[in-house]
């Protein structure tokens, strides 16, 4: 299919690792974003990878890309409350009608006190 | 600069009207995008412009939705004879030209048609 795939749920202890995960349809796919949506908000870019590389890590966040499957992942060091919110996988892709954006389903992350 | 900003933040019509939405984007950011998103979906493209030009539309988007950047700059989506099923909240983004596409959300605009 067309689409952007990310299961809908996750839900995790305080001070634990979150691993919320995408997968994605294009292999021409230039760049892959995450956003966090927190209720009530505007989309908040939180990392993004370019498709030739295969780890990204910015402070709490690391992102792993693996091409061959399609496969993106979004790793949260010691979640905090704060980090509820619905995480996006993003991909900007060109196919026959040109350039487009396309968003997954969003995983809404829960964190337990 | 404070970022993207979307006027009104929330519109109720009644279905048939006509609503248009303002979005403007950071500035010197060529780039503006128009999404939909419904409740439990992520954002649906509709359409983006580089500086003035309208360079994408989505096939899925219907006739009775127009968007215009007359100067490059501030950017208006009109939708005519709404339906219910245009409720939703309607989302613009600007990234720069270069570089990785990364997009900047404004908050959004809450559109419901009764």
């Known amino acids: 299919g067309e689409d952007v795939e990310q299961s809908l749920f996750l839900s995790v202890r305080e001070g634990d690792s979150s691993v919320i995960n995408c997968t994605y349809t294009?292999?021409?796919?230039?760049?892959l974003y995450w956003y966090k949506q927190e209720p009530g908000a505007g989309l908040q870019l939180l990392t993004y990878i370019f498709s030739n590389m295969d780890m990204k890590q910015d402070q709490r966040l690391t992102v792993l890309l693996n091409k061959k499957d399609k496969h993106l992942s979004l790793r949260i060091a010691d979640t905090q409350t704060g980090d509820s919110a619905i995480y996006f996988c993003a991909e900007s892709r060109r196919d026959n009608y040109g350039q487009n954006f396309v968003f997954g389903p969003g995983t809404r992350l829960s964190v337990l006190p | 600069d404070t970022g993207v900003s979307q006027d009104p933040r929330h519109k109720i019509t009644k279905r048939g009207q006509n609503v248009t939405f303002r979005c403007d984007p950071i500035s010197e950011h060529n780039r503006l995008y128009w999404y939909r998103q419904t409740l439990g979906q992520g954002p649906e493209f509709l359409t983006y412009?580089?500086?003035?030009?309208?360079?994408?539309k989505s096939r899925l988007l219907s006739d009775r939705f127009s968007a215009e950047r007359p100067k490059g700059s501030f950017s208006t989506l009109e939708i005519q004879r709404t339906e219910q099923g245009d409720s939703a909240m309607y989302l613009c983004?600007?990234?720069?030209?270069?570089?990785?596409?990364?997009?900047?959300f404004g908050p959004g605009t809450r559109l419901t048609v009764l």
């Open positions: 294009d292999s021409s796919s230039t760049y």
């Open positions: 983004a600007s990234s720069p030209e270069a570089g990785t596409d990364t997009q900047y």
């Open positions: 412009f580089q500086n003035e030009a309208q360079l994408e």
